[in-house]
C-alpha cells in the first residue's frame, strides 16, 4: 500500500511546491513599471519571474528581456495572453544608380532563451509592405531542417505607375500591400526582392516592410518617404510552452495554473498552454488563490430580473415570495393577482397602451431631431475621416453625470469616464456658436498620430452642441502643476516636459502631410500622464496651412501667451507657436504665471540682455550653482522665442534638437554626481 501511494504524494508534494514558489515570487517583487501593471509569470527582477517572461524596467520603460534587442512594452495583459510591443520596422533605400545604398531587415528574434514564449500575433497583426516596385516579405523561425532556411514565408507585391498612383486609405498593391500573418511566426526578419526604383526616387526612395496592429495602421502616401527609425505597435501571443499538453503539464513538476478555480487551456498559436480562470472567477491564474470569485449580481452582463444571491462560482435568481415568472433570469417577476385585480389590470393596461402610442411618437420627434442634429454639425462629412469613431447619444450620456465632472471653464465641461475599459475624458461645449471650431478640431485631430498629443477617440453629433471623447490624462494639465499643486519638479523633469512637448510641436510644423498650426500653445493647453509625459490639447482654434499659403483671421487665444506680431497683423504663421512656446518655458524655469501686470516677460528679457542675472527671477527648487550654465543657455533659448523680429525666432524642430540636447546634459551632468 505504501509503495502504491508514493507516486500519489510526490505528485502532491511537487504542485505544493511550484505554487509556493509561484506565491513566494510575487510577494515582494515589483509590480508596476511605467504605469504598467506587470503579474506573474510576467515579473522584474531575480526570482520574479517564470523563465522566458523577464520584464525589465529600463528608466520607467517597461522592456521585454528575452529578445535579441529591447523591446518597449505598451500593454500586457493576462487574461487574453496578449502583450503589445513595438517591433522595427524593416527597409532598404537606393542611390540613382539603382542600387541599395543602405538597409535593415528589422530582424529581432523573440524568444532569446529555450521557454520560447512568444508568436507574432495572427488574429491581431498584418504584414504591411510599402513601396514602388518591390516585393516585401517574412522570413520566420529559423533552422527547420527542411529545403528552406526558414520553415515560414509570405509577402506582397507593391507597385506604382507614377507619383499620383498611391491614395491615403488604400492598401490594395498600389503604394502599399498587406497580408494577413500565419500562426507560428516567432521572428521580426523582413526582405526584400527590388524592381526597377530608378524613376521612382523622388517620392519613393526606400522600400519597407513591417508587422502592424490591423487597427493601428491606416496608409497614407506621405508613408513612402516615412522615418526608417519608425516603430510600430505588435500583438504578440504567449504561452507557457514546456512541450507539454495540459493533461501532461497537470502531472508534471513546474505546472503553472496554480490558482484554485483555474484552467489550463491549449495554446491558439504555437505549442503549449495558458492557464485562464474558471467561469465565475477572475484574477490571476498563475499564483496561488489568484482567481476569485466574481459577485454577479453586481454585473449588467449576468441578467436577473428577479432577486440575485452570489454563490461561489456563480449565482441564483429566483423571484420574492408572492411573485412568479417562467424564467426569472429572462423574464421579469409578476404578482400572482385573483380575478378581480386582472380585470382592474386590464383597464390600467388601456392606459398603458396609450401612454407607449404618445412615447412612441415623442420618440420618433427625438429621433428626427438627433438627425437633425447630426446633418447640422457636420456628420457626413465627419463619417469619411476614419480614424474618429461617431458614437451615439446613449454612449456618452452616463458620463455626463455630475459626479464625474473633473473640469469647467468658459470653453466648457470635462467629465471623465469609461468607454469600455478605455478611460476617457469627455469634452461638452458650452457655447453652440463654437460648431466651427469642433468640426475643425475633430478633422486636425484625425491626421495626427503623436505620442505628445492628445488622442480624439471620438464624438457624438446626434446633440445641439458636439460632445468630444478624447484619451484620458491623469495628472492634469501643466498650468495645474506649475501654479496649482506646486508638485515639486526638478530640473530633467522640466527639461523632460519642455523637450517632448517641443517634440509634439515640431511634429504638427514638419511631419504632416500639410503643416497644423496650434494657435493657441499655453500651458493649460499642455497635459501630463502620471509619469509626466506631455500631451498638447485643445485643437479647437488652429489652422491646416500649405507652406506657400498666408492666412489672416481675427487673433484668437490667451492673449498673454499670444504673439504681439499675430496681435497686430492678423497673421498665424509657425512662429506664432514658437512665440508662445518661449512664455511657456519661461513659466517652466520660475514657477510664475505670465500676465500682463506682472512684467515678468519684460524683467526676464531686460535682466538677460543687460546683464544677464535671470537666475534671480528663476525658481528657487532649480536655481542651483550646478545649473547655472544650463539655466543661462535655456534662458538665451527663451529671449530667441521671444523676439519680435520672427525671422530671428528659431524653428520648432530646432528648438526640440537644442531642450533633447539640454536634458541629455543635465542628465550625464546629474549621473556624475
Excluded at 517620392?203 to 495602421?217: G, L, T, W
Excluded at 461617431?390 to 464625474?404: A, G, T, V, W, Y
Amino acid at each position: 500500500m505504501a509503495i502504491r501511494l508514493l507516486p500519489c504524494l510526490l505528485l502532491l508534494v511537487a504542485a505544493l511546491t511550484a505554487a509556493a514558489d509561484a506565491e513566494s515570487t510575487t510577494t515582494s517583487c515589483p509590480d508596476s513599471c511605467g504605469g504598467m501593471r506587470i503579474q506573474y509569470p510576467f515579473g522584474i527582477g531575480a526570482g520574479c519571474f517564470r523563465k522566458g517572461f523577464e520584464i525589465v524596467c529600463d528608466g520607467g520603460r517597461p522592456v521585454l528581456a528575452g529578445a535579441t534587442a529591447p523591446i518597449p512594452v505598451t500593454h500586457l495583459s493576462i487574461r487574453t495572453a496578449g502583450v503589445r510591443v513595438m517591433l522595427p520596422v524593416g527597409w532598404e533605400c537606393f542611390n540613382a544608380s539603382d542600387e541599395v545604398r543602405a538597409w535593415s531587415d528589422g530582424d529581432v528574434r523573440l524568444n532569446r532563451d529555450d521557454a520560447d514564449a512568444y508568436r507574432v500575433s495572427s488574429a491581431h497583426n498584418q504584414l504591411v509592405v510599402l513601396g514602388c516596385n518591390t516585393l516585401g516579405y517574412i522570413q520566420g523561425q529559423r533552422d527547420e531542417g527542411n529545403d528552406y532556411s526558414f520553415a515560414y514565408y509570405t509577402g506582397c507585391l507593391s507597385f506604382c505607375n507614377d507619383s499620383g498612383s498611391a491614395a491615403d486609405g488604400a492598401c490594395a498593391g498600389v503604394g502599399c500591400c498587406r497580408v494577413d500573418v500565419p500562426p507560428g511566426i516567432t521572428d521580426n526578419k523582413m526582405n526584400f526582392r527590388a524592381y526597377n526604383h530608378k524613376e521612382r526616387l523622388g517620392y519613393s526612395p526606400c522600400d519597407y516592410a513591417f508587422f502592424v496592429d490591423r487597427e493601428n495602421y491606416t496608409f497614407h502616401t506621405a508613408d513612402l518617404r516615412m522615418e526608417i527609425n519608425r516603430t510600430m505597435p505588435v500583438w504578440l501571443d504567449w504561452a507557457i510552452r514546456d512541450n507539454l499538453t495540459c493533461d501532461e503539464a497537470k502531472k508534471a513538476q513546474g505546472y503553472a495554473c496554480v490558482s484554485s478555480n483555474s484552467e489550463c487551456h491549449k495554446s491558439f498559436n504555437g505549442p503549449g498552454y495558458v492557464c485562464n480562470c474558471s467561469m465565475g472567477y477572475e484574477g490571476n491564474p498563475y499564483v496561488v488563490d489568484g482567481c476569485t470569485d466574481i459577485n454577479e449580481c453586481e454585473r449588467q452582463e449576468y441578467p436577473c430580473r428577479g432577486v440575485c444571491r452570489n454563490t461561489l462560482g456563480s449565482y441564483e435568481c429566483k423571484c420574492p415570495s408572492g411573485f412568479h415568472s417562467a424564467d426569472p433570469f429572462k423574464e421579469p417577476c409578476n404578482l400572482k393577482f385573483p380575478l378581480g385585480v386582472v380585470i382592474a389590470s386590464g383597464a390600467a393596461g388601456c392606459l398603458f397602451i396609450i401612454s407607449v402610442v404618445v412615447f412612441v411618437w415623442l420618440l420618433r420627434k427625438e429621433k428626427r431631431k438627433t438627425k437633425e442634429y447630426f446633418q447640422k454639425n457636420g456628420g457626413p462629412t465627419l463619417e469619411k475621416v476614419t480614424k474618429i469613431k461617431l458614437f451615439k447619444k446613449e454612449e456618452l450620456m452616463p458620463i455626463l453625470r455630475s459626479n464625474n465632472l473633473i473640469g469647467e471653464g468658459g470653453f466648457g465641461e470635462v467629465y471623465k469616464g469609461l468607454l469600455g475599459d478605455e478611460p476617457v475624458a469627455v469634452k461638452k461645449p458650452k457655447n453652440v456658436n463654437l460648431a466651427d471650431q469642433f468640426t475643425n478640431e475633430v478633422i486636425i485631430q484625425s491626421r495626427v498620430m503623436h505620442k505628445n498629443i492628445v488622442k480624439l477617440i471620438g464624438c457624438c453629433l446626434e446633440v445641439d452642441i458636439p460632445i468630444l471623447a478624447y484619451e484620458f490624462v491623469p495628472k492634469g494639465s501643466l498650468d495645474d502643476i506649475l501654479h496649482g499643486s506646486r508638485e515639486p519638479l526638478d530640473l530633467d523633469q522640466r527639461l523632460d516636459i519642455a523637450a517632448q512637448s517641443a517634440r509634439g510641436l515640431a511634429y504638427l510644423h514638419s511631419d504632416t502631410i500639410t503643416t497644423i498650426l496650434h494657435g493657441d500653445i499655453k500651458p493649460a493647453n499642455i497635459l501630463l500622464s502620471d509619469d509626466l509625459v506631455p500631451k498638447i490639447s485643445d485643437f479647437g482654434i488652429s489652422r491646416m496651412i500649405t507652406v506657400d499659403k498666408k492666412y489672416t483671421r481675427n487673433v484668437i487665444g490667451a492673449v498673454s501667451y499670444v504673439d504681439p506680431v499675430y496681435l497686430q497683423s492678423g497673421r498665424l504663421t509657425s512662429k506664432s507657436d514658437v512665440y508662445s512656446f518661449g512664455v511657456v518655458l519661461l513659466e517652466l524655469i520660475t514657477r510664475k504665471k505670465v500676465t500682463d501686470s506682472n512684467n515678468l516677460l519684460r524683467n526676464f528679457i531686460d535682466a538677460y540682455t543687460k546683464d544677464k542675472r535671470v537666475i534671480e527671477l528663476v525658481d528657487s527648487e532649480i536655481a542651483t550653482t550646478e545649473n547655472m550654465e544650463l539655466l543661462h543657455s535655456l534662458a538665451g533659448m527663451i529671449v530667441e522665442c521671444l523676439d519680435l523680429n520672427i525671422d530671428q525666432r528659431p524653428e520648432m524642430i530646432d528648438v526640440a534638437e537644442n531642450l533633447r540636447a539640454m536634458l541629455k546634459g543635465s542628465r550625464s551632468k546629474t549621473n556624475e554626481i
